[in-house]
């Protein structure tokens, strides 16, 4: 068993490398590291000196970060000798994929993989659409839009955001291209203050929706099948009010054996490639932008483009 001490970064994860690449799915592999928990206050990589020995601190976090490098989770830790602890890294697989040989229009509906994901518990995803909500200052009786609704998760928690009295008083309208999903939907918000529709997106304008005090898309503008620059001037032009608000959300993220990984995967690339996210990012800062929205760009797993006017 490895147990490292005062080596760099590059020759933990050299070593750490090599016996990895040779695990296959659901294998570990352990080792020992400086207990973080012995030394407060320390940066990652900073020498130290216990009881005549040299170290090299690294932070919980640290080592969390360094197993997904590596495609692994920390599945055990436990106490050794001091000062050191035990990690164990668990080899991952590949990208979840859906489980189910659904139609098309069905791939994120009420019996896909995409159905066993909440991101509001996700503590990153949560906090940064729980700020984004709270920049949008909502009147009472505003009319919502959220897009790519599928079952509302992110309708969940307006009355924590908003307060009951005034979440009593909103009106929400959700759209997904899910027939599952929606009915899922329809199911969780009953109350009449909830109406729901089964579209695509590019036929947005056949629904003839009047004008919305906030909109909400989130994780539904990268699809392929979306014409996202396309649907944003039509949002914007013919369904926002003069005083309103837009919650964009493009995902940055994927799962990996549960585990959700920091940067969406390309084909061709082994590791997060950014180009065409921070290109749609740019173009919806802009258009915003022209249009007299303040503009704040936020986010880790989810990158949300909020948009106060």
Request: aromatic share 10%; hydrophobic share 40%; glycine share 6%.
């Amino acid at each position: 068993m490895n147990r490292f001490t005062d080596e760099t970064l590059f020759v933990v994860l050299d070593a750490l490398k090599m016996q990895i690449g040779e695990l296959q799915r659901g294998q570990t592999l352990s080792f020992q590291a400086l207990n973080p928990s012995a030394i407060a206050g320390r940066y990652d990589g900073e020498a130290l000196t216990l009881d005549s020995n040299e170290f090299r601190y690294r932070s919980y976090k640290a080592w969390n970060d360094l197993a997904e490098q590596l495609n692994c989770r920390i599945s055990d830790l436990r106490q050794v000798s001091p000062p050191f602890v035990e990690f164990t890294f668990e080899k991952l697989g590949c990208s979840n994929r859906a489980l189910t040989s659904l139609p098309a229009k069905e791939k994120y509906g009420a019996e896909s993989e995409f159905a066993r994901i909440d991101r509001l518990e996700e503590p990153a995803c949560l906090f940064n659409y729980s700020q984004a909500l709270e920049r949008i200052q909502l009147r009472e009786g505003a009319q919502v839009l959220a897009l790519g609704v599928n079952r509302g998760d992110e309708l969940t928690i307006f009355p924590k955001i908003y307060g009951a009295d005034l979440f009593q008083s909103l009106r929400f309208t959700g759209v997904d291209h899910s027939a599952s999903a929606i009915d899922e939907a329809a199911r969780r918000f009953r109350a009449q203050q909830f109406q729901f529709f089964v579209r695509d997106l590019n036929e947005l304008p056949s629904l003839a929706l009047s004008k919305f005090d906030l909109v909400i898309c989130l994780n539904t503008l990268q699809s392929p099948s979306v014409n996202r620059q396309k649907l944003l001037r039509e949002l914007v032009q013919e369904n926002l009010k003069p005083r309103c608000g837009v919650i964009l959300g493009l995902p940055n993220c994927s799962y990996v054996g549960g585990e959700i990984m920091y940067g969406a995967k390309s084909k061709n690339y082994s590791e997060p490639e950014l180009s065409l996210l921070i290109k749609d990012l740019a173009f919806f800062k802009k258009y915003l932008q022209q249009h007299k929205f303040k503009v704040t760009i936020t986010g880790k797993y989810d990158v949300l483009v909020t948009g106060v006017r």
